[in-house]
């Protein structure tokens, strides 16, 4: 079975609470961490980038060469300004002709309703999935101090507010938020983990094995 690797660059991707590491850096570097693992142990990676449509599209293959490839390619890019995640991973479902485990790297911060079918899409068609939902810690924990102005990083809309007053409210909306992806995964056999990029990615990749392992036991 080949690997098929979905990064997602869309504008919300960019977002970087301390201004150093984004969600798209963050995911850079955990899909070449699990790239190198899936060629070491002689399958085939292939890549997709995306974000409203389908950016590239490299076929899979074993190979150390074919993995600096595909990593010069993710690094070429960075977030686009719109999203259409949805639409854009039912695209890439369809251009897969062979049985998969497709391993995608977003936020999944777009309509999940949508989102949920696209996933079930490639459930669909008897691929195997992997989502690993990378979101900046201040997105999960809504830890914000002082005033701020909220900027919409596509549309470019803002908003003033006090964060500490909203915050009890947003995580409660945030956590339903993401229990909504975790739910939906489970009920289609989808190993869903959310990930924050304060951790270290070496570090998640690691345990996460280590814990594939354990139940394959």
């Known amino acids: 079975m080949c690997r098929i690797a979905g990064v997602d660059r869309s504008a919300s991707m960019a977002y970087s609470s301390d201004g150093r590491q984004s969600k798209y850096d963050y995911a850079c570097h955990l899909a070449a961490a699990i790239g190198y693992i899936v060629v070491k142990a002689k399958d085939s990676l292939g890549l997709c980038v995306y974000a409203d449509k389908v950016d590239a599209n490299i076929g899979a293959r074993n190979s150390f060469s074919h993995l600096n490839n595909a990593l010069a390619t993710l690094k070429g890019f960075a977030p686009a300004s719109t999203t259409s995640t949805a639409q854009t ?24 309703t949508d989102v949920v079918r696209a996933i079930a ?47 009890d409210n947003y995580r409660k909306l945030f956590g339903a938020f993401l229990e909504g992806y975790r739910k939906s995964c489970a009920e289609m056999n989808v190993d869903y983990r959310m990930v924050k990029t304060n951790e270290p990615f070496d570090t998640f990749v690691r345990a996460y094995l280590e814990e594939r392992k354990r139940f394959s036991r």
């Open 121 to 167: 899409h490639f459930r669909k068609l008897h691929h195997d999935v992997i989502i690993f939902n990378v979101l900046d810690p201040m997105e999960v924990d809504f830890t914000f101090r002082k005033g701020a102005e909220f900027v919409d990083m596509e549309s470019g809309e803002t908003v003033v507010a006090d964060p500490r007053s909203m915050a």
């Open 89 to 112: 991973l039912h695209r890439i479902a369809d251009s897969i002709r062979r049985r998969a485990l497709v391993i995608l790297f977003s936020d999944l911060l777009d309509e999940q």
